[in-house]
């Protein structure tokens, strides 16, 4: 190892940091004078105060962006010109890649090595839709009417309101954020309570970009409060939703009367299915990064793995072996390959799944436990847990567990493997890993998920849509067709 891997990234602020909310591109304190206190998951320690935004502060942020959106700077810049400051915010996060990564990481745990990779990616999302900036347009239709022309343009929806959660908060606000400007909308962002920092400086971003004062506001706060009168607002025209099924059905009722459009991403228990001919090693590692990156709080997680009975014995003692190298620690550490939880409401919630497993009678083959290393005392460190002979109906084979557990679950032939993979009330993602092309493509066609992956795990792009089928949500993100949930269709006729 070079030196220069060794060194271990800083936290950014040296004293609590004392967050404001951005509201009319402005620093304020909420309404509510309360403040939510930010934890490092790694050290315990509090290390930032954001406000606790509440209703009023919601109303004040959508006033905003509702006059934003239709008077000043803003509705009279042209695509091409909109394309230049997301193409301004691409570059400012790549100027000040380290800093965001460190602040997410200091905030939610997460290790400094996937950040900065993430964060490598993340520009990719802002230039990818400010090229489609200035290439929004409808169409001429020919109408069966004598003497009428008829055409359609696409536009704007109006205010967006943009609710995102713990565990990836900058990434989840870009995948809104990048459609939503390149289109025209404004916004109002709610981080999670838990983690909002990163984009709190990502506001500092958006403000030296360019973007006029009211384009994009963000209110921090909790679900409860701050988010839910956001979903409720009157003037919000769309709720772009990211978070947990539960949630995504409360959003649905309280955006119903005013009939907001709602994109949901939502929870997933997902299937990776390895099938006798697999690559070994290739799965071993695939199922590893499957379910271990980000401590296994990841939407995606292939926290279901259905292998082979044929295969069954060698797979999981390979899978063993290698999940016992990975190497748990400061999360600000290169060298760390797996950090912490979130946070100790979630680090209880996965501790109790690891002994309803037990109770469930799923064998325990690796971890279960905090780890008794003195230097990981402080952090909410879970070893990464893998359980034995599962059966699909067990809860910890239901249940999104969202945490550094994977449920190992044999099977005899292919069309029981579909049948088992797809019952589930999710459909987020799914893998199939084998040599048989045929096959690989068969069972991707069966598989009940928005994304499948073949023989590869947890690969995403601004170009490719990803959602969920049936519980997982409703809408995509990323891609083509994002464009479309970001506008609305009118319809011109005109008399010749
Ligand atoms: P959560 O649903 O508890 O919270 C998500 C966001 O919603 C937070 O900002 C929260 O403050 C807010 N919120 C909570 N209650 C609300 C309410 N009644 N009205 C409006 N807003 C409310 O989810 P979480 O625990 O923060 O995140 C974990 C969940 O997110 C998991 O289920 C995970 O699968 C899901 N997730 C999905 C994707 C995806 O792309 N499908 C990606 C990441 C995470």
């Known amino acids: 190892m070079n030196t220069a891997e060794k060194t ?26 309360e403040t939510i206190q930010s934890i490092n998951p790694y050290t315990g320690e509090v290390w930032a105060e954001i406000p606790s935004g509440n209703k009023s502060d919601i109303d004040i942020a959508v006033a905003a962006a509702k006059k934003a959106f239709s008077e000043g700077e803003w509705p009279k810049l042209t695509g091409s010109q909109r394309g230049d400051l997301l193409r301004r915010l691409g570059d400012l996060i790549k100027q000040n890649a380290e800093k965001l990564a460190v602040t997410e990481v200091v905030d939610n745990g997460k290790v400094i090595n996937e950040m900065l990779g993430q964060l490598k990616a993340l520009p990719g999302w802002c230039y990818y839709y400010a090229g489609f900036a200035d290439k ?17 343009v696409r ?60 384009v994009v506001n963000i209110v921090t706060g909790y679900g409860k409060t701050a988010g839910e009168s956001l979903a409720r607002h009157p003037d919000v025209r769309k709720i772009a939703f990211t978070g947990s099924t539960e949630t995504g059905k409360q959003i649905i009722r309280n955006s119903a009367d005013h009939f907001a459009r709602v994109s949901l991403e939502l929870g997933g228990k997902s299937p990776n299915i390895i099938f006798e001919d697999a690559d070994i090693k290739n ?73 309803l497993g037990k109770r469930e009678g799923a064998k325990l083959l690796l971890g279960g436990k905090r780890p008794s ?22 809860r910890i084979a239901q249940e999104e567990i969202f945490g550094p557990v994977v ?39 069966k598989i009940e998920a928005g994304t499948v992956w073949i023989n590869n795990y947890r690969k995403v792009s601004f170009s490719s849509p990803y959602g969920g089928y049936k519980a997982s949500g409703i809408g995509r993100e990323n891609g083509s067709e994002v464009i479309h949930e970001y506008t609305q269709v009118k319809s011109v006729w005109v008399d010749m």
């Open 136 to 152: 929004i347009h409808g169409e001429t239709i020919p109408v069966e009417v004598p003497n009428m022309i008829n055409y359609t």
């Open 283 to 355: 799965s071993v590692n695939g199922v590893l990064a499957g379910v271990f990156a980000a401590t296994g709080q990841t939407c995606m997680a292939g926290s279901r793995v259905f292998i082979h009975e044929s295969i069954y014995q060698e797979f999981v003692e390979k899978l063993i072996k290698r999940t016992r190298t990975i190497r748990l620690g400061n999360p600000l550490d290169p060298t760390t390959e797996m950090g912490t939880i979130a946070f100790e409401g979630q680090c209880t919630k996965v501790l109790n799944y690891i002994e």
């Open 155 to 214: 536009e704007p929806l109006g205010v967006i309101g943009a609710i995102v959660p713990w565990n990836s908060p900058l990434l989840l606000t870009l995948w809104k954020l990048s459609p939503a400007l390149a289109t025209g909308n404004t916004m109002v962002i709610k981080p999670s309570e838990i983690t909002s920092a990163s984009t709190l400086e990502l506001a500092e971003l958006i403000k030296e970009a360019g973007f006029p004062p009211g």
């Open 373 to 394: 290393d003195s230097e990981l005392a402080k952090g909410l460190f879970i070893e990464p847990t893998i359980f034995g002979d599962v059966r699909n109906e067990m």
């Open 8 to 33: 271990i990234y800083k936290p950014i602020y040296t004293s609590t940091k004392k967050y404001k909310m951005f509201i009319n591109n402005e620093w304020v304190d909420s309404a509510s004078k």
């Open 407 to 445: 449920c190992l679950i044999p099977f005899t032939d292919e069309e029981e493997v579909v049948k088992l993979a797809n019952d589930t009330m999710y459909g987020l993602a799914a893998a199939v890993w084998t040599k048989d092309v045929q096959r690989s493509h068969r069972v991707a066609s």
